[in-house]
């Protein structure tokens, strides 16, 4: 079961940002965040205490509804984390994420209120390259259409928007399945107003189409240009001829032969 709250207890600093508590509410108000760069964006972020990261990148639009990009790398004690995009559990598009082996599922979902999240069929994801698992972390690499507006409401790309985290320890027990029953998140949770503006990525449709050929991982190096070597052929080092004897009526020249002359 999930539970998505905006209380949380206050603690000082989130990733270099700063907390205010407003109306029994954890608000986080972020600094400017250094853009990362990965799968050919570059991306605003926020981390959790735990160090879980959210990465988002959008379009240069003006109004919802567009496609919006989401890094989540977490630490592998982190057995699913998730966004809600509305800042608050209920009546918004939820971008669940969990590990799966080698991979990791993106699930999309939603819920009515403080209650197990049910598939939510309006936002689709489209998985990139950089989705992966190694020893320490796991990584969702996504882009997601549907994230961006619901229900007459929607993000707003020229400020910022309240988006809602919260993650748990629980080890998914299907984690194939996008409509897996994940655990409950206790109180690893709280709410940031994220900055949309400063997400904006100009050439975001470049960016992804590239990205989805690749994993943000270094360049194939370019071939190496070999100039053809103009061949000479070696001809045999010839010894001046010799003017012949009188007395014996032969040839005293030399050829290009390793023996001396015979005779």
Known sequence: MMRWFARRPAFSTLGGALLDVVKG???????QATPLSATGLTYKDFSTPNGIAFRIAIPD???APFDVAIQIVAPK?????????????ANCPLTIAYPNGETVTASSRTASGHQA??????????????TTVNATHWVLDAVCKGCSQWS???LNPAGSSPLAWAFAPDVVSNPSSDTAPIGYHNQNKAVVNFDFAAAKVPNFAEAIAGGAG???GPAEPRPTRLRPRRLRPRLPRLRPLLPTSPSSGRNESTTCCDNPTMG
Do not use: F, H, N, Q
């Not at 509410?25 to 600094?31: A, D, E, M, P, Q």
């Not at 004690?77 to 559990?89: C, D, E, N, R």
């Not at 999240?117 to 950089?130: D, S, V």
């Open 152 to 154: 007459g409401r929607g």
């Open 117 to 130: 999240p049910t598939a939510y069929a309006a936002a689709e994801y489209t998985i990139l390259p950089g």
């Open 77 to 89: 004690a982190v057995g699913w984390a998730g966004l809600a995009w509305g800042g608050t559990m």
């Open 214 to 216: 690749g994993d943000g």
């Open 61 to 63: 639009a003006a109004a």
């Open 25 to 31: 509410k954890s608000v986080v108000r972020l600094k």
